[in-house]
């Protein structure tokens, strides 16, 4: 992306964050208050707070996959509790619980700040990767070495700015999950060969003026012309919100997401 592109898209979901929505408390109570201490950047020994969703029932002996969700621009800052909104909020639901018991990582960008440094138009000098999501980072290794998780099952989803943030772990990390599910977002199609062995479904909305559908387009053909084969759901009705259409279908993405094992 040229630097007006990455402008505008970011003005854009900055202008879309609207009011923010907390989760219900049943949710909340749901997902547990966990801390991480990051070292870096602006940094220094920050402790960033991320929310966990456990499975219902621990089996001993038994292991588990992990989601890490990456939310929008909407649902930055420091409260703990914006984040949960939409996808983790659906997966705390007892029926989806019940039917994919996993471990759900939520972390929460701070304001101002992007999961994808390719959102810097106010920030020029910014790193190339962002802290935010080596934060994100050093949580997912957290919870994998505490926790009883499948190794060969963790997903990686995000939507709209959690999209671009998704799109740029997967590349930092091609080896490392299992599936890619980037909504309403948009990656660095010069680096789209490491994806290429790697389960992708990606979203997005025809009519979508805050991240145009040609940003998800792009990153699947170039994926598709290094050799992959991502599979790609346009909603020739929906706007920006196409995680809702996405996450909600009992037969789509989320079955699809938790069948997938890394090899």
């Known amino acids: 992306m040229n630097t007006l592109c990455i402008a505008t898209v970011a003005l854009s979901l900055v202008a879309q964050a609207g009011v923010r929505k907390v989760p219900e408390e049943d949710v909340l109570a ?65 029926e989806w619980q019940a039917k994919y018991p996993c471990f759900l990582i939520a972390p929460q960008c701070r304001k101002n700040k992007w999961w994808a440094n390719p959102f810097k138009a106010k920030d020029p000098d910014a790193p190339a990767v962002s802290e935010q999501i080596q ?77 145009r559908p040609e940003q998800s387009r792009k990153m699947i053909d170039a994926i598709k012309q290094a050799g992959g084969d991502p599979k790609y759901t346009e909603f020739p009705d929906a706007g920006h919100d196409s995680w809702t259409p996405a996450y909600s279908d009992e037969k789509g993405v989320v079955p699809w997401m938790f069948e997938q094992v890394r090899k």
């Open 30 to 94: 749901k997902f547990a208050d966990h801390t991480f201490k990051f070292t870096g950047g602006d940094y220094k020994d920050e402790v960033f707070h991320y929310r966990l969703l456990s499975p219902a029932k621990i089996e001993p002996g038994k292991k588990y996959p992990v989601i890490l969700f990456l939310h929008g621009a909407g649902e930055r800052g420091d409260d703990n509790a914006a984040q949960l909104m939409y996808f983790p909020e659906q997966m705390a639901k007892p």
């Open 135 to 211: 934060v994100a980072e050093g949580i997912l290794d957290e919870v994998e070495k505490n926790y009883p998780v499948d190794l060969k099952r963790v997903y990686l989803t995000g939507l709209s700015m959690g999209g671009f943030g998704s799109w740029q772990l997967a590349t930092r990390r091609p080896d490392h999950f299992a599936a890619l599910v980037p909504i309403c977002g948009g990656g660095d199609g010069t680096k789209a060969a490491v994806l290429a062995k790697l389960p992708i479904w990606a979203f997005h909305g025809a009519k979508d003026t805050v991240v």
